[in-house]
């Protein structure tokens, strides 16, 4: 295929300004102690992606380790039996470890081996970020220790197994509500004891600057091959009605939306979770849901889910990859400007919408990503047959195999 | 009424001592007991103290500060509820009562009214660790803090470079933070190797007084501070002693100053 593919390393009229504010969210809202260490990071990002190795090298290991282009795959039975929009699937549950997050550990353990870094810190909340982790630590011979709550620890149990085969390290955290915001608080900790010898491999589009730029860049990898995957099926110069992805973080969102953020038709649809209950104290995590409340938290300033005394509040999705109270501030951003629209899906939907794609297509969905699903399955019938819809199925579900079982019994 | 930071950094220094900051946090074991807690600190001599608003993520602090955080707010603490302690106390008390928390506490609260209302209940400065100077175009809590009178205590760490110590110079008000290790807050039973070489260091570059927190626990640490620092900052090593043992504890640590 000729390549008129977007680079890599671009920019939208949506960028930070230079001190990682997107409007007013984003920043640097950290301890004095990692402020040198952002500022390393920041700079030795801006080196690598001027650099047409680094940059060849991302490439490179995208092609051969990750197996990339992840495919675009038109799901034709589900788009009859829904009977409106054409839904396609951008498939990154076939990426070599099941999910988008290995996009951006690839980048970042690239980086971490140019600063000369031994060991990579993570949390994960799915453990998909944390096998993602694990995996490019063992690639690229680095130690690695994950982050990871108790109650994730739990309902994640396969992708802890996996982590220990691959030589990591899971720390539980028993802080908190012992989930993924426990997790990122604690290996902020964990860097804070060493950041001159570790490297912070933040999983999503997150934390203080440069990490939200930085993980959006590694993952817009997958909204540039879907606007060329696109055109394959629809014509030249077509571009997909709608783009809809789970929004935990954000980082799966931000990587299929970012390449198409500067063509407003594009309708672009972050979905998050409605948990048991979307109008409930610590049922859900809709940060976007009724009344947005801007806070600074974790080192980013974003909408978060907090009482009032600005104390977070605990959440609840049957997805742990959703269930988090805060949100990137890009997409803060978007939100705030207009740019993205977003919807919560509950997790009865969102069991649902697993099942269905199961059933239809044979592809089975991430929990997070069935999030997605859903909302398409509401979106589609409502649209005319000419329109198209683009779901990011971030992550394959063998991982919620045991969770599912449970709840269908 | 008690006096400003300033003032008791100038007391320590005409006694050519070193001072003693002491920490609790409100609410743990519960707000009573903070009040004895306070009460029986300033009795003990301390030359002033660090009221800990809770918070649900203290980034900064170890396992024995976050979990005091948590068992404040599990009991229902409020940020009005530690304001009004903070009256009572700032009126029973004539050292200096510091404010110390996360930011978005006063961002939710709304960075004026939170300014406003600590200077009403006689709070006579801030230590927030997530709200470093660089944020400050964008918020302003500096500035208004400083309208107010009250100093905003900036933090360094080893790994402070000193293009940032020249800065952090340039912004700081009464007194400035060296936080002694790389890590979060939590008793240890040495000091770290690098301390000496870290504090002259700083002392080339920061002229105002320097307390230096993190691991500091023992009579023996105290007195290792001697020449280095002005004000030696006692945090988790007291959290879990006993009210009853509170004030021998201190007078120990006191006699070393
Ligand atoms: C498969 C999958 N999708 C989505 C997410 C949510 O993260 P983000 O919003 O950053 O894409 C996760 C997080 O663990 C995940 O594992």
Redesign the interface.
Known sequence: MKSSMKKLFFKTQYEPDEHGHFGEFGGQYVPELLIPALEELTQAYEQAKADPSFVATVHEVFKNYVGRPSPLYFAERLTKQLGGAKIFLKNEGLNHTGAHKINHCVGQALLAQRLGKTRLIAETGAGQHGVATATVAAKFGLHCTVHMGAVDVQRQAPNVFWMQQLGAEVRVVHDGSQTLKDAVTSALQDWMTDPIGSYYLLGSALGPHPYPVMVRDFQSIIGIEVAEQFQAYEGQGSVPDYLVACVGGGSNAIGLFNAFLDDKQVKLIGVEAGGRNPNQVGEHATRLGRQPQVGVIEGYKSFFLQDDDGNLQPTHSVSAGLDYPGIGPEHAYLYQQGRAQYVAVTDVQAVQAFRALANTEGIVPALESAHAVAYAIQLAPTLPPKKTIVVNISGRGDKDYFILRELIH | MSRTISEQLTIIKQQHRLGVMTHVVMGYPSLHETKQRVLAMAAAGVDSIELQIP???P??D??AI??AN?QA?AAGV??QQCLQLAEQLTRAVDIPLQCIG????I???GVQQFVQASQAAGIQGFTI????L??EP?EHFYALAAQANLPVI????P???IE?LRLINQHAQAMVYC?SR???TGAHTTLPDHLITYLRTVRQYVTLPLAVGFGISTPKHIRALHGLADVAVIGSALLNVSLENLTQQLTNLCAER
């Open positions: 918070f649900s993520d980034l900064a170890g396992p976050t979990k948590q707010l409020t940020v996360y930011y978005n506490t961002h939710h609260f660790p997530d709200m470093p660089t944020e964008y900036q933090l360094i760490s790994a402070t470079p940032r936080v790389f890590g979060v």
